[in-house]
């Protein structure tokens, strides 16, 4: 199992940014996936999840109404768009995966919201 983000950087308050998450080792469509993010001295927290059915997600209170977790089944790969960012964003973003009774995640991608 693989899973490679991409997409983070330096974006200003207010502005917008789009995360990918390539993956790969499993079939892509049958699994529940998910977006979590680790800000310095914190632990790591859920962002938004999606189900097989790509209508069902759940976000974190804190950044639900401003972003937007979708799939691509045929692309087999994760997105995560984020409008409207605070600083409070300023994490490194990980997508994961539950395969077989183990919970994999990608190196992660660097989130930084500042003017």
């Known amino acids: 199992v693989q899973l490679v983000e991409s997409g983070g950087g330096l974006v200003q308050p207010g502005g917008s940014l789009r995360l990918s998450c390539e993956t790969s080792g499993f079939t892509f469509r049958s699994y529940v996936l998910s977006w979590h993010r680790q800000a310095p001295g914190t632990a790591r927290k859920l962002v938004a999840y999606?189900?097989?059915?790509?209508?069902?997600?759940l976000y974190n209170e804190s950044v639900k109404g401003r972003f937007t977790i979708s799939r691509d089944n045929d692309k087999k790969t994760l997105y995560l768009q984020m409008n409207s960012v605070k600083p409070e964003d300023t994490a490194v973003y990980y997508c994961?995966?539950?395969?077989?009774?183990?919970?994999?995640w990608g190196q992660g991608t660097q989130v930084t919201v500042s003017s």
């Open positions: 999606i189900g097989t059915n790509p209508t069902s997600t």
């Open positions: 994961s995966v539950d395969f077989q009774n183990s919970r994999y």
